[in-house]
């Protein structure tokens, strides 16, 4: 699995968060989304800190922050970290960049919670109900059922999952890193977790509110976005006044994974 550590811990009411910072200059916060880590970032940070200074972490219940049973990882919960952790970094108003179902977790804390952000770049987003996979879907519904399935056979299914997210194959050892928090008897238990709070009903008071969002917005999206479409993208941007939309070419759902260097030149040319 390729290399990729975070160094420094946060203690949140919902259990330890690592997270780690990069390079130095105005600051940049990256956001991951489900089902990956801060893992999708590692190709990206090199480039965006040679100018910023770069803030990455994963969220309660991802990659190798604290996940346990009865931990509050809702949606709703999840948008309070942010203003935990902006005020833990001393940041006021930087640019976002929020992946997947992400822009939920930072557009609840903007309207919400009264988070301050400069600019808002939203990733192959998942804003405007539905968005969730067919499988998530599936799996939510019946997740009782899911976590009776054998420890090889869930983690089969997540990796079946995971590798319909880019456009180009993943190499194993890139599959194994995304795969890395989701093994064994623990990993497929926080899994299963974090599908079952899976919630478009706390997306949906986000949508008419859209129009509210005075900072600049860039949506980024992968072209060949399998799990979000294209269609999803131009609602967005629609309904987001001033927004512009970026296609990144032969990108899928994991932008960030399949273009790093495409996907961080548009970061670094916004606003």
């Known amino acids: 699995m390729p290399d990729w550590q975070l160094?420094?811990?946060?203690?949140?009411?919902?259990?330890?968060?690592r997270w780690d910072r990069f390079g130095s200059g105005t600051p940049?916060?990256?956001?991951?989304?489900?089902?990956?880590?801060?893992?999708?970032?590692?190709?990206?940070?090199?480039?965006?800190?040679?100018?910023?200074?770069?803030?990455v972490f994963d969220w309660p219940g991802f990659g190798w922050s604290d996940r346990f049973a009865g931990q509050n990882i809702s949606w709703d919960e999840q948008a309070r970290r942010l203003p935990e952790l902006f005020t833990h970094w001393g940041l006021h108003a930087p640019t976002?960049?929020?992946?997947?179902?992400?822009?939920?977790?930072?557009?609840r804390a903007h309207?919400?919670?009264?988070?301050?952000?400069?600019?808002?770049?939203?990733?192959?987003?998942?804003?405007?109900?539905?968005?969730?996979?067919?499988?998530?879907?599936?799996?939510?519904?019946?997740?009782?059922?899911?976590?009776?399935?054998?420890?090889?056979?869930a983690e089969a299914a997540i990796a079946a999952h995971l590798r319909r997210t880019t456009y180009h194959p993943m190499p194993p050892d890139v599959?194994?890193?995304?795969?890395?928090?989701?093994?064994?008897?623990?990993?497929?238990?926080?899994?299963?977790?974090?599908?079952?709070?899976?919630?478009?009903?706390?997306?949906?008071?986000?949508?008419?509110r859209l129009g509210q969002l005075t900072m600049p917005v860039r949506l980024l999206w992968g072209a060949a976005d399998a799990w979000l479409p294209l269609d999803k993208a131009h609602q967005l941007a629609a309904a987001i006044p001033g927004a512009s939309l970026?296609?990144?070419?032969?990108?899928?759902?994991?932008?960030?994974?399949?273009?790093?260097d495409a996907f961080a030149r548009e970061v670094l040319a916004f606003p």
């Not at 976002?96 to 557009?107: H, N, Q, T």
């Not at 928090?181 to 986000?206: K, Q, T």
């Not at 899928?252 to 273009?259: C, L």
């Open 7 to 17: 160094s420094r811990t946060f203690d949140s009411p919902q259990g330890a968060i």
């Open 28 to 55: 940049i916060v990256l956001l991951h989304g489900t089902p990956n880590w801060s893992f999708l970032w590692r190709n990206v940070v090199p480039t965006l800190s040679a100018q910023h200074t770069v803030y």
């Open 96 to 107: 976002v960049v929020a992946f997947d179902f992400a822009p939920v977790f930072a557009l």
């Open 111 to 153: 309207f919400f919670e009264g988070l301050e952000i400069g600019a808002l770049v939203l990733a192959d987003a998942a804003v405007i109900p539905p968005f969730v996979s067919d499988f998530s879907r599936l799996a939510r519904e019946n997740i009782a059922t899911m976590r009776l399935l054998p420890t090889h056979i």
């Open 175 to 208: 599959l194994d890193g995304y795969l890395a928090p989701w093994r064994g008897d623990d990993g497929v238990a926080a899994y299963w977790r974090a599908v079952a709070r899976y919630d478009e009903d706390l997306a949906a008071p986000l949508v008419p």
């Open 246 to 260: 970026r296609l990144i070419p032969e990108a899928g759902h994991f932008s960030p994974e399949d273009a790093p």
